[in-house]
């Protein structure tokens, strides 16, 4: 999942200096950063520290596969980085105001709102494909529909057909028929399908707006 917008960030946290959004293998693909900086040394070496603490938890045995957050204080900067999505990650510095230093208090405070963020945007993701996905399966019954009518209409001729009411081939109608029943029943299937999708993508919001958000869990 990608954040619509690093601005965003920086407008709702005015104390973040940099932020970098990178993949596991070290590419980025958004930050703040100049390219002076040597932007994939950076992205490079973002993701060896990840690797290392997978390696380190690997050694004890322990599971790092579900790595939620990591927090690096020093003297002047701070860091976190943050897991987006399966393979996306963000890493934000803090760099330390006068005669302040940045407490527990004020990374919870930081992870939340960037964890609201992240919600924002992927909420307006779930709504543009559930939008879209309801477009679709409003084309399909269009198109299911017609493919009724028609064989509505091809069964009438065929019995006229065979009433001989009417000239015509009555094996090619029935053809017709049959390969318009088997349309009719894809379509059916598709629309079953894209429905089933949509509901999904309705519960995930559900969840999200009933569920405690995860950083606020574990913090």
Do not use: W
Not at 135 to 163: A, F, P, Y
């Amino acid at each position: 999942m990608v954040l619509k917008s690093i601005s965003r960030i920086k407008k709702a946290l005015p104390e973040v200096q940099h932020v970098v959004m990178f993949y596991n293998n070290g590419t980025i693909f958004q930050t703040t950063f100049e390219q002076e900086k040597n932007i994939p040394k950076l992205g490079e070496n973002l993701a060896e520290a990840l690797n290392h603490i997978k390696k380190l938890y690997e050694i004890c045995n322990y599971s790092f596969e579900n790595y939620k957050k990591i927090i690096l204080e020093t003297e002047d900067i701070s860091v976190i980085i943050l897991k987006l999505g399966e393979e996306s990650n963000i890493a934000l510095f803090f760099k330390k105001e006068e005669d302040k230093e940045l407490k527990l208090n004020a990374i919870k405070r930081y992870i939340t709102r960037i964890e609201d963020l992240i919600d924002m945007d992927e909420k307006e993701l779930i709504i543009k494909d559930i939008v879209a996905k309801e477009e679709e399966v409003k084309n399909l019954h269009e198109k299911l529909q017609e493919k009724l009518s028609s064989i509505k209409n091809l069964g009438i001729n065929l019995e006229k057909v065979e009433k001989g009411l009417l000239e015509g081939d009555s094996k090619k109608l029935t053809k017709e028929i049959n390969d318009l029943g088997i349309e009719c029943s894809n379509l059916e299937k598709d629309i079953e399908k894209k429905s089933s999708e949509i509901d999904i993508l309705k519960e995930k919001i559900e969840k999200k707006q009933d569920t405690p958000t995860l950083f606020r869990e574990i913090l």
